[in-house]
């Protein structure tokens, strides 16, 4: 009938083309903020999906049971126990990449006696390698993180390690200066391995990098990660710009790159 108007259709004085652009940019701005969530949660399912996906072409000799994955790295056999509650308790390309290059690259990256951090260390693959090829290791992620983690360091280096690695919680871009102050906490080596992914504090990453990988600091960062979304590739190059950077490898049917880094000064 003429004069009624439907549920979903707003009601306009005549002449109201002011109210109406009005309302069609509040529409619009909803739509951009919908599809933008949509992307997130899009993102979010491609990040659980490969957590889920247990091939990985990078170690051939990887098994995977449900919770634990095995590999064999500086001539013994790595137990990892894994857990599908979190993103940290999972082990990613980006690590497999970087352990695989260290224990091939010995000589390049001698870690023998050396003091070295790893960034969102995750569920301890990476630290146990570098134990097991004698560096002095503190590995380091989230508190509700940290209890796997420590399982794994310990499970995997007890006898087998020159140095006991050690575990401490740290969130990135926070209080750095008071838990983790230069130059008492300095390191030859900082580790980082697939830090880089949908995720919002990308910008306490780098700021965390910066801190470790000061000017005079004389520390090397070693950067391990598979590029998934636009936002790693704009990360990248906000980490190249502010660090001295060469790329180590490049493996194109992964996206795994590796970059060595050191501040500029």
């Known amino acids: 009938m003429e004069g009624l108007l439907s549920a979903s259709q707003p009601f306009l004085p005549k002449n109201s083309e002011s109210r109406r652009k009005e309302i069609m940019s509040h529409d619009e ?20 999906r490969e957590g889920l996906d247990r091939r990985n072409v990078w170690e051939p000799s990887v098994y995977y049971p449900l919770g634990k994955e095995s590999f064999h790295f500086v001539g013994h056999e790595v137990n990892i126990r894994e857990s ?14 970087l352990c695989q290059f260290l224990e091939n690259n010995q000589q ?38 940290l209890s796997n983690l420590s ?30 102050p230069f130059p008492s906490y300095r390191y030859d080596y900082v580790l980082a391995a697939d830090v880089v992914y949908h995720h919002d504090f990308l910008e306490e990453l780098l700021s965390t990098m910066l801190h470790f990988c000061r000017p005079g600091s004389g520390t090397t960062l070693l950067w391990a990660n598979k ?12 980490f190249k710009s502010r660090f001295n950077t060469t790329l180590l490898v490049e493996a194109p049917q992964e996206n795994v790159w590796i970059y060595k880094a050191t501040a500029k000064e």
């Open 108 to 145: 390049q990256m001698n870690l023998m006696d050396k003091a070295v951090l790893e960034l969102g260390a995750g569920t301890g693959l990476l630290s146990i390698v570098a134990s097991l090829l004698g560096a002095w290791v503190t590995a380091t992620d989230l508190p509700d993180i």
């Open 227 to 238: 590029i998934r979304f636009p936002s790693d590739l704009r990360f990248a190059e906000c």
């Open 151 to 180: 399982f794994n360091l310990r499970r995997n280096t007890k006898g087998r390690s020159r140095y006991i690695p050690q575990v401490a919680a740290l969130s990135w871009g926070q209080e750095l200066e008071r838990d983790f």
């Open 84 to 97: 599908t509650d979190s993103y940290g308790a999972l082990i990613w390309p980006g690590a497999i990449a």
């Open 29 to 48: 701005k909803l739509q951009s903020k919908e599809e933008m969530t949509d992307l997130a949660l899009t993102d979010q399912d491609m990040m659980t």
